[in-house]
């Protein structure tokens, strides 16, 4: 069936860069997501990217997409305690709109 | 009111009760969703409406029923809680059920079922 992966936790340190990536399996996503919770608060979209792309860039956050290897990566530049967070990929169900299939959300740290 | 508000914020149920979990947006929303959040395994679809007066299953829909009498409410019911139902449960929204188009969500409400 289709799915999202995504490892479950990262730690970095302040001022560093953070790289958190995704897989998934169905080819005919149009748009790919990244959505960011904060501790006790619901998801809210952070960026994303259109399948006829290969990056997206917005300020300290750069989105990669390898469409051969069904592989996403959300890079976060100079990474500040703020940060942290769990960070959802997610990917639309094939032929179903906008009903989404999440990853496991990776957990990011930062250290001072 | 402002985007999406869930009642209530947390609650813990006996196993077997019935239990009704609220979610109203004023953004005119056509398509709403509820999910489970659970460690380990993200987010997962229980049920969804693209427009008001349609309901459709998702990925996890066992246990759980909706209705959707109106553009701006959602509720998601429990008939008879079972501990594995226990979970931070959140609703979202978007301008249409088709893709390109943000899901905007809820702050989520906790459940433990004992």
């Known amino acids: 069936g289709e799915d999202v992966e995504q490892s479950l936790f990262l730690s970095v340190r302040e001022g560093d860069s953070s790289v958190i990536n995704c897989t998934y399996t169905?080819?005919?996503?149009?748009?790919l997501y990244w959505y960011k919770q904060e501790p006790g608060a619901g998801l809210q979209l952070l960026t994303y990217i259109f399948s006829n792309m290969d990056m997206k860039q917005d300020q300290r956050l750069t989105v990669l997409l390898n469409k051969k290897d069904k592989h996403l990566s959300l890079r976060i530049a100079d990474t500040q305690t703020g940060d942290s967070a769990i960070y959802f990929c997610a990917v639309p169900r094939n032929n179903q709109g906008g009903k989404l299939i999440f990853g496991q959300g990776t957990e990011l740290s930062v250290k001072p | 009111i402002a985007g999406i508000t869930q009642a209530p914020t947390s609650q813990i149920l006996a196993a077997g009760r019935r239990m009704t979990l609220r979610c109203t947006q004023d953004m005119r929303h056509n398509a709403m969703y509820w999910y489970r959040q659970d460690l380990g395994l993200g987010l997962r679809l229980i049920h969804y409406s693209n427009t008001a007066g349609t309901t459709g299953k998702g990925e996890v829909p066992d246990g759980y029923s909706v209705s959707r009498a109106n553009t701006d409410d959602f509720p998601l019911t429990l008939a008879s809680a079972v501990p594995s139902q226990t979970s931070v449960y959140f609703c979202a929204s978007s301008d249409s059920g088709s893709a390109g188009n943000e899901q905007f969500f809820g702050p989520g409400t906790r459940l433990t079922v004992l």
């Open positions: 169905d080819s005919s996503s149009t748009y």
